[in-house]
């Protein structure tokens, strides 16, 4: 009976077989050892011992049948009793939840629905609580239902699967309902009581909420105050005495914009942003991970983001560059897609799986940076698994996957003016090298001139001849020192000393046959102007071949020049024995050259011997010698010029297949996807043919576009946050259901609108912000808005912050006098070593090029700096966004005890000594000026006075340096 | 389309395809009860909280802790299960045979064939383990430890391995075991570091400071390196003399004070004043702990510290009387380094070309000063509240690689284990094939391991969260099994 209702019932067979799609089964299926029907078939005796029990259960179900099941009563204080650990709020294990009608109807993952009104011996709910599977048995641990519970269930389903509606004790949210996807608002400016304290617009949203919590902004801070405070913000150094002087001085009504613009036209500017940004993509000087080997290019990137800001580049092509800097001339800015640490080739594993699941890794850490750093979502979460919070699939993260499917971890040459003009010098140098070049072969005795000619040599042989006319030239190969025959070009000079030979000239080349490897060894190399093994020719015969070149019109020839290898690399596969002939329309072939009369062929003999000097007479000798001279020098230059600047900044390449990877396993790939933008917005989907950087371009411009509502929002909380220590949103890299609700949502849209319609301008918006009133508040406690909002949150005053630890170490060597202003170009040392595993050991004293600013440190991944790294530095292995504050014991020894500190106090010291003489109160007075750009108090003044004539004016520098009042913002 | 249209759930057919299924999942169809979710889930509750004044202030556990400290005796460069704890009968019977079915190509290169535990193996005290003559000295205290044979980690690389290990990801960035441990449960101890980490005198692994760092906790929480070799870093200002520092801090204390005064009520402020009390607390009874000399004869023979034939091994025991004295003065968690980086397996456990030659000379530095470690704490009571644990980041392969005499890296079953506070002595758990290559039985990858540490000290490890880049992020990610078998 039992067999005849499996038979009966087709739908058990689509549920048995879709048991059998749990993952280990679903791998023997994939790899086609069974057929579908033989792996049914294999485990049909499980199904049978199914139906008994499901069986059982239906009769002994319609046996204790009277009264409806009660959803409420009977059935949900069963789920409770056993499935909610894994399957309500808190957990959604497979994806399945019981704890709220429309998902529990909806089913989870591999199995939905999971519950079939009116039919529970279909329903898997029943399969899985019966154990009708044994692996499949729910609960997995503790106590199973039993057989009375699952009656009851089953009863509950065939009788309809009544689940009133109101009666969930939790209400569900639409995960797209979310505040930061909706289209960005146009909120109107608030009304405001305290009608004279807002100086901007920005202002009336800030005190419309303190008014509602019946709050005060704190006092205005004083001028000096405030000048310090701006300062660290735009620039990371706090004012000199005389730029503060001038600042006080200036009474005018527009002092405070003229600061601002001061500042933000400072380069300085771009040192202290950044930081801010570098902190966010995580940038670091060395490839982290195995073993943490420097990555000596990667600078480029961190001045491209210094130099982007200082020129106020707009944000959306901010973002371009850094996706497409290829195709704009920005190429150092893609050093952003590859900011993250990397397994280089050598460290990872030999074996497939260990190479596929590297490459995952890279690719997975640029969707986690884009994702973060402009979207401020956490897309990285679907790697493995559907978003647990936000509307993200795996199937959204692979196909975002695919916009960067080809980039590599790699340098990468860069455009810049400078090196643009160094190889336009480079050009202008060609020419004389092919005029000496000439000179020299007119030194060389002519071919079957009855003088014995050099031996051939791998690089360069040159074969005088005529001057005789001809439109044809064939080079015939007979023998070689080994192997198939490699000439990396055959060059034909007629008497006004042009190569006629090139295919630019229009002349065609045929031959005996070749041995094609694509990029290296190909036909078309042989003329094609460019040396070097991998741009030559190979013959498809051991010691044989031959090429043919013919021109467009008749030439007058007198030299044909040869190699196999003009780059010096390869020494092998050299023609040792050749014949040249040339032909014209009127003759036929005449042998005009050949290697009879050339010394024997030394193996042994240096490849760079190509010219000898022996025979030619004194004048001639001096002459060849000049001129070798002056190609070295000329070869040198242009070498130097061509090797240009590399960044690492990705290589792109063909694109990688993409596909879904369950579980985020490379190992389990599934279907293929294309580069799709997020489903959560009117996704964008690119056909599978679409070249490389059309899809990061496309990619840039989704990012970019207006219908993205998360761009501007993002950047302006950034900005925001840069300013205040935190954001209006906290969560700066989610904004997601996960993330933080803004405090001031319609201060947000506010800016994000500003930024947008400023040309996406960050300096316009820095602007805004540090002149207006919120920002000009002081620290100032007030009582009852601390009980209140004890985090400042509402921005009640202006937040009390320690300064980060760039900012003290460059102050630090500011104040000493020691700040080297040097920008850009490779960073300096703070260890004993640029990359690798261990035994890093500081530079204790900065010199020199260790006295720049912190930002142009050569950055060592998870080395944190052995003074200032205590400072809550991010270590460059995840993205900060923002900068935690921590308060330790350690950063107290580092401040105090550490040779920087005792160094740039003795610096400072003598600074002063030098500036103001030798009488305590004037050293006292100005090294408060200095450092806290303020006078001494004459308590303070009376303090230091014993202090500095007993232990010295650094005692009293040290003391700074360490002090509350220097290490926090005004 | 909008956001509204787009979330009307489309039919479902009654058994999805997997096709569409992969298609539908998520999307517009899925939902949560974000606000119940925030108000209920007992993750964000159950994070410590922090008075940036006392960062590291004593806070109280989940729930009653078995230990209130741990020692971690971490091996690096991957120690092989089949020299040392997991014995192999048939391996020695398939020496110099091929692996039927086995990979062609391990992480290095081509596999070679089987080769027979390099030492030779012997029953041990009541419970008659099996444990290799590599380590005679450990081998004796085989009855207190519980051992566990099928760790598996995500990483066949040593560095993203060890991250694994120290800090439940393969990549970098994230807060290691210690820091997790410091921010939930603060301090004993309020004049050293909560969190001392003891490099090994041969040098750093191969992740380096990882192994100790905060990730995106705060700095307070990293671990504080140093060793009996080298002190902690700016203990004193080289060329002030102690009556100029004290002047000098005592200058800096009333600026301090005054500042504080005109901004009544600023707690960072006063944290700040406090850590550079503290900082001079420790100024003291650093060098202090550090001073081996007082250590009697007896003690220094225990751990092999005056081994004048092998100045490594007693430099190396000098630090494991460090990892004592640490624990005695109530440090919470001691980190104990044992092998450095990737080295062609000259300086740590990474044995792939001559792997009995150089696990000869690395087990001796290893073997008398851990087991004297072990004794000395037991002896001294402290064992009752301190967890020990040994481990490495995997094991090795049961072939030898292709031409060399050394085995291969091999993440799928590997041997750590416990002894101490709260763990049932004499266990051996989780079983690895006849061969030795992959974990069988009661598999564990290293989550269920951290899971089980943090268990031991009252700390759910689903619990102890932080929230970073909008993630409640935890030390062992979404997994984790505490392996309750091992449990006293």
């Known amino acids: 009976m039992l067999g005849q209702v499996a038979r009966k019932d087709s739908r058990w067979i689509f549920f048995t077989m879709s048991a059998i799609e749990n993952d280990r089964a679903r791998s023997y299926l994939s790899r086609g050892a069974l057929a579908p029907m033989q792996a049914f078939m294999h485990r049909y005796s499980t199904p049978c011992r199914m139906l008994l029990v499901i069986a059982a259960v239906a009769l002994l179900a319609e046996g204790v049948s009277a009264n409806p099941i009660d959803f409420v009563k009977d059935v949900r204080p069963i789920f409770e009793k056993h499935c909610y650990a894994c399957h309500s709020a808190s957990k959604q294990k497979s994806g399945f939840r019981l704890d709220v009608k429309s998902e529990a109807f909806k089913g989870g993952d591999a199995y939905a629905p999971s519950i079939i009104p009116g039919k529970a011996k279909e329903s898997p709910l029943v399969h899985f609580i019966a154990g009708t599977e044994s692996d499949l048995l729910m609960p997995p641990a503790g106590e199973k239902l039993t057989g009375e519970e699952i009656a009851i269930i089953s009863r509950w389903i065939d009788e309809g699967a009544s689940w009133p509606d109101g009666v969930d004790r939790i209400s569900i949210k639409d995960r797209r309902d979310h505040w930061s996807f909706k289209p960005i608002s146009k909120p109107i400016i608030p009304e405001v009581m305290q009608v004279e304290w807002p100086r901007h617009d920005l ?76 902190d966010v993509v995580r940038y670091a000087d060395t490839h982290g991970f195995e073993v943490n080997t420097e990555r000596p290019n990667a600078w480029p990137y961190r001045d491209y983001v210094i130099d982007a800001l200082n020129r106020d580049t707009p944000y959306d092509q901010f973002i371009r560059e850094q996706i497409i800097g290829d195709s704009l001339k920005q190429d150092a800015a893609t050093g952003f897609l590859v900011t993250a640490s990397v397994l280089l080739p050598g460290q990872i594993g030999a074996d497939e799986p260990s190479k596929r699941l590297a490459r995952q890794d890279s690719l997975d850490e640029i969707v986690v940076n884009i994702g973060q750093s402009f979207l401020g979502l956490s897309i990285g979460c679907a790697r493995c698994h559907d978003h647990k919070f936000d509307p993200i699939t795996q199937r959204d993260y692979y196909s975002m996957q695919a916009f960067v499917a080809g980039v590599e971890y790699a340098d990468r040459d860069v455009y810049s003016p400078e090196a643009e003009a160094l190889r336009r010098q480079a050009e202008l140098l060609k020419p004389r090298l092919a005029q000496i070049e000439q000179e020299l072969a007119l030194l060389e005795p002519k071919a079957k001139s009855g003088v014995e000619r050099m031996p051939v040599n791998p690089r360069q042989n040159n074969d005088r001849i005529g001057p005789l006319k001809a439109n044809k030239v064939r080079f015939t190969i007979n023998a070689t020192n080994n192997l198939e025959p490699c000439i990396d070009e055959l060059e034909v000079f007629n008497s006004r000393g042009e190569n006629v030979a090139l295919v630019s000239n229009g002349t065609k080349v045929r031959s005996s046959g070749d041995t094609t490897v694509a990029d290296r060894h190909e036909l078309r190399f042989v003329n094609d102007g460019q040396y070097g093994n991998s741009r030559s020719w190979m013959s498809n015969e051991q010691g044989r071949g031959w090429i043919e070149l013919e021109f467009p019109k008749e030439e007058e020839i007198t030299r ?195 930024l947008v319609r400023g040309n996406w301008s960050l300096k316009a918006m820095h602007r805004t912000i540090v002149l207006s009133a919120t920002y000009r508040q002081s620290t100032q406690i007030d009582r009852e808005a601390f009980a209140k909002d004890s985090d400042d949150r509402l921005f009640w005053r202006y937040p009390l912050r320690r300064l980060d630890a760039e900012i003290i170490r460059d102050s630090m060597l500011m104040v000493a006098g020691e700040l080297n202003p040097k920008m850009g170009g490779a960073g300096f040392d703070l260890f004993n070593q640029r990359g690798g595993l261990s035994g890093f050991s500081p530079i204790e004293v900065p010199e020199g090029e260790g006295r720049r600013r912190m930002i142009y440190a050569h950055k060592v991944r998870r080395e944190r700096d052995a003074v200032f790294g205590a400072f809550d530095c991010p270590d460059g292995g995840q993205s900060a966004e923002r900068r935690r504050e921590s308060t330790t014991p350690i950063q107290a020894l580092n401040l105090l005890n550490s040779r920087f500190t005792l160094a740039e106090s003795a610096a400072f010291a003598a600074r002063v000594k030098g500036e103001v003489g030798h009488l305590p109160d004037d050293q006292i007075r100005r090294c408060y000026e200095i450092a806290l750009n303020r006078s001494p108090t004459a308590q303070e003044l009376e303090e230091s006075r014993p202090v500095i004539e007993k232990h010295g004016l650094e005692s009293l520098c040290r003391v700074l340096f360490n002090s509350n009042e220097f290490l926090f913002w005004p | 389309m909008n956001a509204r249209e787009r979330s009307i759930a489309p039919v479902r057919s009654h058994l999805m395809d997997r096709r569409a299924f992969l298609g539908n999942m998520g999307t517009a169809l899925s939902s949560i009860a974000l606000a119940d979710l925030l108000s209920n889930d007992r993750l964000l509750a159950a994070s410590p909280a922090i008075d940036p004044a006392r960062p590291f202030a004593a806070r109280t556990p989940h729930f009653t802790p078995k230990a209130k400290n741990v020692l971690v005796i971490f091996c690096a460069g991957a120690v092989s299960q089949l020299e040392t704890w997991d014995y192999k009968p048939e391996l020695i019977k398939h020496d110099g045979m091929p692996l039927k079915g086995g990979p062609a190509v391990t992480f290095q290169g081509p596999a070679g064939e089987l080769a027979r535990p390099q030492y030779g193996f012997r029953p041990r005290g009541q419970t008659g383990k099996m444990v290799s003559d590599m380590i005679p000295h450990l081998a004796e205290l085989t009855d207190d430890i519980a051992f566990v044979h099928s760790l598996t980690s995500k990483s066949n690389t040593h560095g993203p391995a060890e991250n694994f290990l120290s800090t439940g990801f393969v990549l970098d960035g994230f807060p290691s075991l210690g820091s997790w441990l410091t921010y939930a449960l603060g301090s004993e101890c309020d004049d050293l570091p909560a969190y001392v980490a003891i490099p090994d005198p041969r040098g750093v692994p191969q992740a380096g400071s990882n192994n100790w760092g905060p990730g995106f906790l705060p700095a307070a929480f990293q671990g504080t390196p140093f060793s009996a070799k080298e002190p902690v870093r700016h203990l004193s200002a080289p060329g002030i003399s102690a009556e100029a520092d004290r002047a000098a801090r005592e200058l800096l204390a009333r600026m301090n004070e005054r500042h504080l005064a005109e901004h009544e009520g600023e707690s960072r402020l006063a944290a700040r004043i406090a850590s550079y009390e503290l900082a001079a607390r420790m100024q003291l009874s650093v060098p202090e702990v550090s001073d081996l000399s007082s250590e009697p004869a007896h003690i220094l023979k225990l751990y092999g510290a005056d081994d004048a034939s092998n100045s490594t091994k007693a430099a190396f025991a000098r630090n494991c009387i460090l990892a004592r004295r640490l624990i005695e003065k109530g440090v919470r968690f001691v980190q104990l380094f044992n092998g450095a980086y990737a080295s062609g397996g000259e300086l740590n456990w990474d044995g792939h070309n001559k792997l009995k030659e150089q696990y000869d000379k690395h087990a001796a530095i290893l073997d008398q000063p851990v087991a004297g470690l072990i004794i000395d704490l037991k002896q001294r009571g402290l064992l009752k509240d301190t967890l020990v644990v040994w481990c490495t980041e995997f094991g090795r392969m049961p072939m030898f690689q292709k031409g060399s005499k050394g085995r291969d890296h091999n993440p799928d079953g590997f041997t750590s284990w416990f002894t101490g506070a709260g763990i049932k002595p004499g266990v051996s758990h989780g079983i690895t094939d006849e061969l030795g290559q992959k974990a069988v039985q009661d598999v564990h990858p290293l989550y269920d391991f951290n899971a089980t540490i943090l268990h031991l000290l009252g700390l759910d490890h689903e619990q102890l969260t932080f929230e970073h880049n909008g993630i409640q992020r935890r030390l062992t990610n979404v997994e984790g099994k505490v392996i309750r078998e091992v449990l006293a």
Do not use: C
């Not at chain 1, 790939?669 to 580069?675: A, M, N, S």
């Not at chain 1, 761009?711 to 950034?718: D, K, L, S």
């Open chain 1, 203 to 278: 202002d009336r949203f800030i005190l419309a909420k303190l008014e509602k919590e019946g709050l005060r902004p704190a006092p205005e801070a004083e001028r000096a105050t405030w000048f310090r405070r701006v300062s660290f913000d735009l620039t990371g150094l706090p004012p000199t005495p005389e730029q503060m002087r001038e600042f006080l001085d200036d009474r005018r009504a527009e002092a405070y914009e003229v600061a601002v613009d001061r500042l933000l036209d400072s380069p300085h500017y771009g040192e202290r942003w950044a930081q801010h940004w570098l």
């Open chain 1, 560 to 754: 044909i020049v040869w190699g196999r290898d003009r780059l010096a690399e390869y020494s092998d596969r050299l023609a040792i024995d050749y014949l040249i002939e040339l032909a014209s329309n009127s003759s036929d072939w005449t042998a005009v050259a050949d290697s009879s009369d050339r010394r024997k062929f030394d193996p042994n003999a240096s490849a760079s011997a190509e010219f000898s000097m022996a025979g030619l007479p004194p004048e001639e000798a001096r002459l060849a010698m000049d001129l070798f001279a002056e190609r070295k020098s000329i070869e040198e230059k242009v070498k130097k010029a061509s090797a240009g600047q590399l960044a690492f900044a990705g290589k792109f390449r063909q694109p990688d297949v993409i596909r879904v990877l369950s579980r985020g396993d490379p190992e389990q790939p599934k279907d293929e996807v294309r580069p799709t933008t997020l489903t959560l917005f009117n996704p964008k989907e690119l056909p599978s043919d679409v070249p490389e950087l059309d899809r990061r371009r496309a990619l840039a411009e989704w990012i970019v576009s207006e219908e993205n509502p998360l761009t501007a929002r993002v950047m302006a909380n950034r900005i925001w946050q840069g300013h205040f220590g935190t954001g209006l949103v906290e969560t700066a890299n989610d904004f997601g259901n996960n993330g933080s609700a803004p405090t001031h949502p319609e201060l947000l849209d506010w800016l994000a609108n500003e």
